[in-house]
Antibody, heavy 122, light 107 residues
Framework: QVQLVQSGAEVKKPGASVQVSCKASGYTFTGYYMHWVRQAPGQGLEWMGWINPHSGGTNYAQKFLGRVTMTRDTSISTGYMELSRLRSDDTAVYYC???????????????WGQGTLVTVSS | DIQMTQSPSSLSASVGDRVTITCQANHDISNYLNWYQQKPGKAPKLLIYDASILKTGVPSRFSGSGSGTDFTFTISSLQPEDIATYYCQQYDNFPPTFGPGTKVDIK
């Protein structure tokens, strides 16, 4: 079955960077866009960007331009999201999610990884 | 960015009740709208796509309707396992955006 398994929780200091990984299984990794969505504590969902695992092409939300980098390693079917210059308001659960239709960008999300809590605190 | 609103922000209903949530977009998004369910401490799950199409395996008590700017999500008979927050999400315009969510509780 299609599964996305993310790396474990992280605690970072303000100004640091964090990298979250998302390992895909049960499907052809390079065939589907991967998105990243975050959720601050008690808050709603915020889309951050996508990566095309086949080409490596990316597109980021305006809010995160210059701070976020999405990459992938096709040899291990894993996507990565790195967020730099962390602030306290970056404390959130970060989710990876697959675009559900092969070979096309639809900007919806199914399935999702289990989430990775990133806490930014001095 | 397309702004999505939902109402109510929370509701309490009894088991077996019909529950309705509305979602509104500030621009016409045709039928490019999804509904997700998020249970406490869990990742969201897709329930409905293209405004009204039930994802395979999702119970038929869930349904969606609407187009343009106004959408409705309905649980025909609320079950205890439906306790969750429900989000709408538009994918007509970049960037994709979510509504603020509706928290559903059992009375």
């Amino acid at each position: 079955q299609v599964q996305l398994v993310q790396s474990g929780a992280e605690v970072k200091k303000p100004g640091a960077s964090v990298q979250v990984s998302c390992k895909a299984s049960g499907y052809t990794f390079t065939g589907y866009y991967m998105h990243w969505v975050r959720q601050a504590p008690g808050q709603g969902l915020e889309w951050m960007g996508w990566i095309n695992p086949h080409s490596g092409g990316t597109n980021y939300a305006q809010k995160f331009l210059g701070r976020v980098t999405m990459t992938r390693d096709t040899s291990i079917s894993t996507g990565y999201m790195e967020l730099s210059r962390l602030r306290s308001d970056d404390t959130a659960v970060y989710y990876c999610a697959r675009d559900p239709l092969r070979g096309s960008l639809n900007n919806w999300f199914d399935p999702w990884g289990q989430g990775t809590l990133v806490t930014v605190s001095s | 960015d397309i702004q999505m609103t939902q109402s109510p922000s929370s509701l309490s209903a009894s088991v077996g009740d019909r529950v309705t949530i509305t979602c509104q977009a500030n621009h016409d998004i045709s039928n490019y709208l999804n509904w997700y369910q998020q249970k406490p401490g869990k990742a969201p799950k897709l329930l409905i796509y293209d405004a009204s199409i039930l994802k395979t395996g999702v119970p038929s008590r869930f349904s969606g309707s609407g187009s343009g700017t106004d959408f409705t999500f309905t649980i025909s008979s609320l079950q205890p396992e439906d306790i969750a927050t429900y989000y709408c999400q538009q994918y007509d315009n970049f960037p994709p955006t979510f509504g603020p969510g509706t928290k559903v509780d059992i009375k």
